[in-house]
């Protein structure tokens, strides 16, 4: 029996693509050895894989450094097990100004975000194929269920990529343009994990109230599948706010099926650093929504990203910020230090913070959230 180990970074597209990965790996009859018990700085139990696979994330820097760590750590193990082969995955393959090839001359080959089939032609031409049962892969979204059975909340892709291009973010030119996946896609997905006994999936994408043709439609689409096993619950993430339409947010409200939370980045509390983000919405609007959520839906979950240290921030709008945190009552709060990313348009914009200033409104951002939250 053949072993792997899988390192994900990053957010929750990249835990469905590493999902999708070990579905490809284990119908070609590799086993997992798990997580637990090693951490970034301890790889006891690696010697035993014969197949390594990092999934990588560079949304900030710190993640990639991470990542970047984590790879070079893998040259000595590579040492001890010539035989051992390593891929590395995700949002580092597609930057073009990186030569990974040199800075990781220990790595066999390399995977693209969402592209599973690349593992699978590396297989095909690199080992000998032990397939439990190839005729199960039908397409490589359905693997996760068809291969891996239930998992307790399954990732249904609906959408991939992003064509929002906030000023900030390196997503859509790593993830490459948004492309909604077709509904019936989609639905028998849906349908194969509920008929394996799934009780909760989410549906997920970086943008997904922004799914064509209508994300309401496909919420109301779902009915059908669920109508006769009210134990499942969909779940939802990442809305955008500029796209949660009155219509959503209604669709949310009327299907009990749909769980009643939100996670609705507001990156900032100040209008005129929303605008050089590229956001397409006001605190005035983000304001609405809430409220327009709240009215329809008292119990409502509301989560948020935020980030300080934007090029050019200033004090009083990073007050403003710490005024909108204190404003809405959310459930959770992502908080980030901005990162400047290559590519993107925030990096070259001018009044690039101080790290030190950065860390330090970041600092007081999570002590207010901390003192709110032991409030409340
Ligand atoms: N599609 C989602 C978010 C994807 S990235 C959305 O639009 O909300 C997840 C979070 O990382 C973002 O919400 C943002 O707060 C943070 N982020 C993205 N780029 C960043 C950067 N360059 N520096 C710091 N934080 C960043
Ligand atoms: Fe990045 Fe903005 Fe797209 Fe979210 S919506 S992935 S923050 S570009």
Redesign the pocket.
């Known amino acids: 029996m053949r072993r792997y180990y899988i390192k994900t970074y990053g957010?929750q597209m990249n835990v469905a693509d590493s999902a999708r990965l070990k579905a490809v790996l284990e119908s070609a009859g590799y086993q997992e050895i798990r997580e637990s018990g090693f951490g970034d700085s301890d790889i006891r139990g690696l010697g035993e894989a014969d197949l390594i696979l990092v999934n990588t994330c560079v949304?900030?820097q710190n993640a990639e450094d991470r990542a970047a760590w984590f790879i070079q750590s893998l040259k000595g193990q590579k040492k001890q097990n010539p035989n051992l082969k390593i891929g590395l995955c995700g949002c580092m393959v597609p930057e073009p100004e990186r030569n990974l090839k040199k800075q990781f001359p220990h790595v066999d080959f390399f995977i693209p975000p969402n592209s599973p089939d690349v593992l699978k032609q590396y297989l095909a031409q690199n080992t000998k194929s032990e397939s439990r049962n190839p005729k199960q892969i039908r397409n490589s979204n359905l693997e996760i269920v068809s291969d891996l059975g239930f998992r307790a909340s399954n990732f249904v892709t609906i959408m991939t990529g992003?064509d929002?291009y906030?000023s900030?973010?390196?997503?859509p030119y790593v993830r490459g343009r948004e492309t909604s996946r077709p509904m019936d896609e989609i639905l028998e997905e849906i349908k194969a994990s509920r008929d394996q006994g799934g009780k909760e999936i989410t549906l997920l994408g970086?943008?997904v109230n922004s799914y064509k043709p209508g994300f309401a439609n496909l919420l109301i689409a779902i009915q059908q599948l669920v109508i006769s096993h009210s134990s499942l619950v969909i779940n939802f993430m990442?809305s955008?706010p500029k796209d949660m339409s009155d219509e959503i947010i209604a669709t949310v409200a009327e299907l009990p099926y749909v769980a009643k939370d939100f996670h609705l980045?507001l990156?900032s509390g100040d209008d005129e650093i929303l605008k050089k983000m590229n956001r397409g919405y006001t605190i005035e609007y983000f304001l609405g929504r809430v409220a327009k959520i709240r009215s329809l839906m008292p119990e409502a979950r509301i989560s948020t990203?935020?980030?300080v240290g934007f090029p050019g921030e200033t004090e009083v709008q990073f007050e403003n910020s710490i005024k909108l945190l204190k404003t809405v009552s959310f459930t959770q709060v992502?908080m980030?230090?901005?990162?400047?990313?290559p590519q993107?348009a925030?990096a070259k914009m001018p009044g690039q913070l101080p790290e030190e200033v950065k860390q330090e409104r970041l600092q007081k951002l999570i002590e207010t959230n901390r003192l709110l939250l032991a409030s409340s």
């Open positions: 957010c949304v900030r992003c929002n906030c900030y973010c390196v997503v970086q943008n990442t955008h980045p990156q990203d935020l980030m992502n980030f230090a901005y990162s400047p990313r993107t925030a």
